[in-house]
């Protein structure tokens, strides 16, 4: 199999495990600089050039480009994918992971538990937009917010007017949710490839926080999902369109709930935690996709590089 990774970073622990796993299984893999592809559009054909060579089609492209270039490495990805090359998590979907508030809806409409949300616009209405969602604790959390930063928990109906009038003040985008408590600051990490949960791992919170994020303090475990997590996992992967996907869970009295879905899970805590090969997981996962280890045929693909 010929694969592709999208990233601006060779050394990045993700990057580097996903082409230590494609070599040592007999795979040609090339680490392509979103930021140094360009390519042409026709109706005629698609072509794409790398530093100044042709770039033929791959077998697989696997997308690990961050926010600020989620743009240009989008399009790039399609590109790709238009080329012939299989995309596990195809560029619809990547871009569509980002935006936290529509998988919401996408995971709601499919009967997928979660924290109940509410969001909204006009100041005027933030009495009536907490009243629909019930009295606090209510946790808000600003959607451009990573790794448990802008995220927070307000126990009094006046904190949560407050927090969500200062935000209002910033021009933030943001929503609230009811708080899970019984979940007890520990949330479960599920790694999926394809329809299954390769991996799993427990964080929680340090003493006094509710945010399990390992960048705040949080610690991790192996956990075992049980097979309602896993299939609750897999599905919220599946209506997001990922097939590469770190979900989130929370334990709640009316069982899981999905926090997130992330379309670009790091690799190294999880590898550290279970101690699983999930790079192998994944590119075994790619392998069988694509077939045979010949390329697929492309869609009216421009290899001349023109
Ligand atoms: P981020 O995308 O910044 O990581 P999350 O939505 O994952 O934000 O929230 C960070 C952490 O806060 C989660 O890992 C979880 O431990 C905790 N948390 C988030 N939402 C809730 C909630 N509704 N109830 C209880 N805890 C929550």
Redesign the pocket.
């Known amino acids: 199999m010929k694969l592709a990774i999208l990233s601006r970073n060779t050394k990045l622990y993700s990057t580097r495990r996903l082409v230590e796993a494609a070599r040592t299984r007999g795979h040609t893999v090339r680490v392509l600089d979103p930021l140094r592809c360009y390519m042409r559009i026709s109706s005629e054909g698609f072509s794409l050039r790398y530093k100044g060579r042709p770039i033929e089609a791959f077998d697989a492209v696997i997308p690990r480009f961050g926010t600020s270039v989620a743009r240009y490495g989008n399009a790039v990805l399609h590109q790709l994918e238009l080329m012939g090359s299989f995309a596990p998590n195809p560029s619809a979907a990547f871009a569509r992971a980002r935006d936290k508030l529509r998988c919401q809806q996408l995971l709601a409409a499919e009967g997928i538990g979660l924290?109940v949300t509410v969001f909204g616009d006009n100041p005027d209405d933030t009495d009536d937009l907490l009243a629909m969602l019930g009295p606090p604790p209510h946790?808000i959390?600003l959607n451009e917010?990573?790794?448990?930063?802008?995220?927070m928990l307000t126990e009094k109906p006046s904190a949560s007017r407050g927090a969500v009038e200062a935000l209002r003040g910033l021009y933030a985008n943001f929503l609230v949710?009811?708080?899970?408590?019984e979940?007890q600051?520990?949330?479960l990490r599920c790694f999926v490839v394809g329809d299954q949960v390769i991996g799993a791992m427990q964080?929680q919170?340090p003493a006094g926080d509710?945010?399990?994020?390992l960048h705040r303090g949080g610690s991790a475990t192996a956990a075992v999902a049980t097979e309602e997590e896993q299939a609750v996992a897999v599905r919220a992967a599946q209506v997001v369109g990922l097939g590469i996907a770190g979900v989130?869970l929370?334990r709640s009295a009316r069982g899981p709930l999905v926090?997130?879905v992330n379309a670009s899970p790091g690799l190294e805590g999880i590898e550290a935690v279970t101690g699983q090969d999930i790079a192998g997981g994944i590119v075994e996962h790619l392998a069988a996709r694509v077939g045979t280890g010949r390329p697929r045929r492309a869609r009216r693909h421009i290899s001349n590089g023109t």
């Open positions: 924290p946790v959390k917010g990573m790794q448990g930063a802008g995220v949710q009811e708080f899970i408590a979940a600051g520990a949330d964080r919170a509710f945010r399990s994020n989130d929370i926090l997130e």
